[in-house]
């Protein structure tokens, strides 16, 4: 082996090596843990956006100066911090949300929804979304309205949106 290739593969450890190790492990702790975190995409409920088993990662300065938007994708901290949803935003606070034969009526006026690609048949009695909260709902409405996890959110779990 040459010695260049030796001196790669095998780096000698000095204070400045030591210092540069813990540099670049301080910056990947705090870029990926902290700003752009990987994840990976478990279920079906935002097909065909996003696909079960994708890997992307959630932006989480996207809401730090601006508020999320209707139709926004966003990550919603779950009961712990490793886990997370990936949801769209349909309504906010005040706002009524309902669905007829599939359709998404906001106050009573239907929602053009091009992102949903598979026919639905959900039928949901009006609700009003409290105070601090959105309403989220994943894209794929072709499975059943018992194993889909939507509804209100608060603001707060919001914690980003994906990167793509």
């Known amino acids: 082996m040459n010695r260049t290739l030796q001196s790669f593969l095998f780096p000698a450890i000095t204070p400045r090596f030591l210092l540069r190790a813990l540099m670049v492990a301080l910056f990947s702790y705090i870029f990926f843990g902290h700003i752009l975190t990987p ?4 279920g079906t409920s935002m097909e065909p ?4 088993g994708g890997v992307n ?4 300065l996207r809401y730090l100066f601006s508020d999320p938007k209707r139709f926004d994708v966003v990550a919603i901290r ?3 911090h490793h886990r997370m949803l990936l949801k769209r935003i349909v309504a906010f606070e005040g706002e009524e949300v309902e669905f007829r034969q599939g359709k ?3 106050e009573g006026k239907a929602i053009d929804e091009p992102y949903v690609q598979y026919p639905c048949d959900w ?7 409290e105070k601090g909260c959105v309403y989220v ?5 072709s499975m059943p309205i018992e194993e889909h996890l939507f509804g209100q959110a608060r603001v707060e ?8």
């Open 157 to 164: 779990r919001i914690i980003g949106s994906p990167l793509w």
């Open 39 to 42: 994840f990976m995409i478990r």
């Open 123 to 129: 039928n949901l009695s009006p609700r009003r979304v």
């Open 104 to 106: 998404l009526f906001i």
């Open 49 to 52: 956006t996003y696909h079960d």
């Open 137 to 141: 709902i994943g894209d794929n409405r």
């Open 78 to 80: 779950f009961a712990s």
């Open 57 to 60: 990662f959630c932006w989480k």
